[in-house]
């Protein structure tokens, strides 16, 4: 489309204009002519100075051969675009009050399926052009605009004495959380709490590779991360010890620690939350950056709130060096990245380069992220090992990572309180979440009671 200018200006918009019309001339007169279309595009999560949150952003209309294009809204449109600002993996197209997902977007962006609606068969040129070359994506630069929380998009060169550092207070670590996407709780343990922790932590993890059942790998996860012994005789740069509520009182109590949940609370709007699983991490010098994430990338859509929330407490002092999280601030605000399969290393990777920050701070204390985060695991070149347990909650609605009221060993299920019951999932959410039990006495709800029913024959 030319030279770049400010989104939403005249400028921009005139030049949208000139480019439908040049490709509306390339397609010639008869065909052109035949043209009529009124294409809106929508934005959801734009900055504030770009475009309403929602509304229609902009308007183009072909008529007789001629693009017109304005602000705001057009009655009812042939084709709207809804799309995540700065979002082209995950638009939905809403033809004829029909939404086709992201998939088909691309092939009828592509020209390979026609659009209901379409009077004459758009070019596959003006199609392209307006998912790609009009979109404000190749048009404008993000650095300078702000999302909805007034933090930059995506900004480079960030000076790290504005982000989130370690607080004592609950309140600013939560506002951290939302205006930037993580904050970090000081002094969530004692010097003692953290040596016991890390104790029991590294003592399983040996074990576990004694036995031949650890998680091990480089630290990418992906083809390089497998179930069993060492390989070669080499310890592994990365570890994961999965399911620790199994594995230690301490871990139990690590997740129900009262900090913790009050940070929780706060990120989560004081809706009910689940713990979703309890991982124990380890980085060893070697250990490769993890692929830059969110730890919601399940969900296919872009979510108003987070669904799910990690906390990661550190057992040692989180370094640059070490492999300390690293973040991209305030991303929590739009999609989530896009990855791609990297065949040769069979592994996920990000397509582009992507900017992170490291979340450095002490040990014994919490980092909290929100789902929506874009983050990764740093890479350690540090002879130090670096120790952590990550606990991640999430929305009564969403599946449990790791399925407590399945997988929690029986004596761990007869230890738990009913508060700590409720937390593991025991606690049922509206028509969701309830357990029959399979057995005479088994495990059940802890705010219903169903009774074991069989399966029932008459003269049996």
């Known amino acids: 489309m030319g030279t770049k200018c400010e989104f939403?200006?005249?400028?921009?918009?005139?030049?949208?204009e000139e480019t439908a019309n040049g490709l509306l001339a390339q397609a010639g007169k008869p065909a052109a002519a035949k043209?009529?279309?009124?294409?809106?595009?929508?934005?959801?999560?734009?900055?504030?100075?770009?475009?309403?949150?929602?509304?229609p952003a902009w308007t183009l209309r072909i008529e007789q051969g001629q693009a017109l294009v304005t602000r705001g809204a057009a009655p009812?449109?042939?084709l709207a675009?809804?799309?995540?600002?700065?979002?082209?993996?995950?638009?939905?197209?809403?033809?004829?009050?029909?939404?086709?997902?992201?998939?088909?977007?691309?092939?009828?962006?592509?020209?390979?399926?026609?659009?209901?609606?379409?009077?004459?068969?758009?070019?596959?040129?003006?199609?392209?052009?307006?998912?790609?070359?009009?979109?404000?994506?190749?048009?404008?630069?993000?650095?300078?605009?702000?999302?909805?929380?007034?933090v930059p998009i995506r900004r480079t060169g960030w000076d790290l004495a504005e982000l989130p550092q370690p607080t004592d207070d609950p309140g600013e670590v939560v506002a951290d959380v939302r205006k930037w996407g993580y904050g970090i709780l000081a002094n969530v343990l004692s010097d003692e709490e953290v040596g016991r922790i890390r104790d029991r932590l590294k003592e399983q993890a040996e074990l576990e590779i004694e036995h031949e059942v650890a998680w091990l790998g480089n630290g990418g996860r992906g083809g390089n991360t497998w179930l069993g012994g060492l390989r070669g005789g080499e310890t592994a740069p990365w570890q994961g010890v999965r399911t620790l509520v199994n594995k230690g009182r301490v871990f139990i109590d690590l997740a129900m620690h009262p900090k913790i949940l009050a940070c929780m609370r706060g990120i989560f709007n004081y809706m009910d939350f689940y713990l979703g699983s309890t991982n124990g991490l380890i980085l060893r010098r070697n250990a490769e950056a993890m692929v830059v994430h969110c730890d919601q990338q399940y969900v296919p859509c872009t979510t108003p709130i987070p669904f799910a929330a990690n906390v990661m407490v550190t057992l040692s002092n989180f370094t640059a060096e070490n492999g300390a999280t690293r973040m991209v601030p305030g991303s929590h605000r739009g999609p989530a990245p896009l990855w791609t399969l990297d065949p040769k290393v069979m592994d996920n990777v990000?397509?582009?380069?992507?900017?992170?920050?490291?979340?450095?701070?002490?040990?014994?204390?919490?980092?909290?992220?929100?789902g929506r985060l874009w983050h990764s695991s740093g890479a350690s070149s540090s002879d130090e090992t670096r120790y952590s347990v990550t606990t991640y909650y999430t929305l009564p609605f969403i599946r449990q990572a790791e399925l407590y009221p399945v997988s929690l060993h029986d004596d761990v299920y007869e230890s738990l309180s009913r508060e700590e019951r409720a937390?593991?999932?025991?606690?049922?959410?509206?028509?969701l979440g309830r357990i029959d039990a399979r057995a005479q006495g088994g495990r059940g709800n802890v705010d219903a009671s169903y009774p074991y029913v069989p399966e029932l024959r008459r003269g049996t």
């Open 350 to 370: 990000n397509p582009e380069p992507i900017e992170t920050v490291p979340a450095t701070c002490p040990a014994g204390c919490a980092i909290f992220i929100d």
């Open 81 to 150: 675009l809804t799309i995540g600002w700065d979002d082209a993996a995950r638009a939905a197209l809403i033809v004829d009050d029909r939404i086709r997902k992201a998939d088909q977007t691309q092939r009828m962006m592509d020209g390979r399926i026609s659009i209901a609606g379409n009077p004459a068969g758009v070019p596959a040129s003006l199609l392209g052009a307006l998912r790609g070359r009009i979109a404000p994506r190749t048009v404008v630069t993000t650095t300078d605009l702000a999302n909805a929380s007034g």
């Open 8 to 16: 939403m200006s005249d400028a921009w918009l005139a030049m949208v």
């Open 76 to 78: 009812r449109p042939d």
């Open 423 to 431: 937390m593991f999932g025991f606690k049922s959410y509206g028509a």
């Open 35 to 55: 043209i009529d279309l009124t294409f809106v595009e929508i934005y959801e999560r734009a900055p504030p100075e770009a475009a309403a949150w929602g509304e």
